[in-house]
């Protein structure tokens, strides 16, 4: 039995996608992702279908390279820290936790698809080890979201200044990011200091998410409560962010998450992957306070 189940815990009730209908264009799927967007901000994308060929194991490859990233000593982790948002290692405690009065409790390595396109000579040395790896995995998720993006566009374009796909130009600078997570276990008094991931809404346009432990809770909008998003195997979890509420003007909702554990410390190493896609840095918008600023800011 889950562990959700077991502990009484509420868990979403979110539709499944099948990507393969959305590429063949059939009506009723895109209707049923516009609908997800509009009433959760969330959904899963199932990835065992044609049209996400051999996903599943890059995934599995993936978390192999994390597992032995993320257990190097903590002076070799801190040679890869870039300062950066979108690009290197950042340890834990560096952000507001889950519950108040506490830090956070993950550590990640990120690569911006940018600098992954070009390969650049800034990228990290475990990540240009890598890189045969992890190129073709970003470059399937940013192929995923873009098709999610085009499907959006086509039941809201008269609705829309321009295409949403037109914001993403892949030619241009961009803040779009692969991070990899780890939120390793600890003991009572390491819980005592950090816990979770704070809760927040993504600032970019679609958040891909792998992830095959629980701990992820959106702030149901149907319910006004928290609730687990179930991992589920072979399927990303997706999530609107406030770039594309802000771009579909506020047709699709931007729902608030956050990662905590069952009890009040986590019990086991959990491990997520997650492929921000953002718009182009000069796209500008209007967002929540009625302010006119670019993607680069937000």
Not at 57 to 81: G, P
């Amino acid at each position: 039995m889950d562990a959700a189940m077991t502990l009484n815990h509420a868990v979403a009730e979110l539709p499944i996608i099948d990507p393969s209908k959305l590429a063949r264009g059939d009506d009723a799927e895109i209707e049923r992702v516009l609908d997800a967007g509009k009433t959760h901000g969330f959904f899963y994308l199932d990835l065992t279908t044609a049209e996400t060929p051999r996903l599943v194991d890059t995934w599995n490859a993936v978390l192999a390279f994390m597992e032995e990233y993320f257990d190097q000593l903590q002076e070799v982790k801190m040679k890869d820290d870039r300062n950066s948002d979108i690009h290197g290692y950042e340890p834990c405690g560096t952000s507001a936790g889950a519950t108040e009065d506490r830090t956070d409790h993950y550590e990640s390595l990120k690569i911006s698809f940018q600098e992954c396109r070009t390969r650049s000579d800034n990228l990290a040395p475990a990540l240009k080890k890598y890189y045969e790896l992890l190129e073709p995995f970003i470059s399937g998720a940013h192929r995923l979201t873009l098709l999610i993006l085009r499907c959006f566009t086509k039941v809201l374009g008269e609705k829309l200044p321009a295409t949403l796909e037109s914001f993403h130009d892949p030619s241009q600078p961009t803040t779009s990011t692969l991070s990899m997570f780890r939120y390793p276990s600890q003991t009572d008094e390491e819980a005592a200091k950090g816990v979770g991931h704070n809760k927040h809404t993504d600032i970019g346009t679609l958040a891909f998410l792998l992830c095959q432990q629980w701990g992820l809770q959106m702030l149901s909008p149907l319910e006004n409560k928290w609730v687990y998003v179930a991992p589920k195997h072979g399927h990303a979890i997706i999530n609107v962010g406030d770039s594309l509420r802000f771009l579909t003007q506020n047709r699709l909702l931007s729902a608030v998450h956050r990662v905590l554990p069952f009890v009040n410390r986590q019990v086991a190493h959990r491990y997520s992957i997650a492929f921000f896609l953002r718009p182009a840095d000069d796209t500008i918008y209007r967002d929540s306070k009625g302010r006119m600023i670019t993607a680069r800011v937000a």
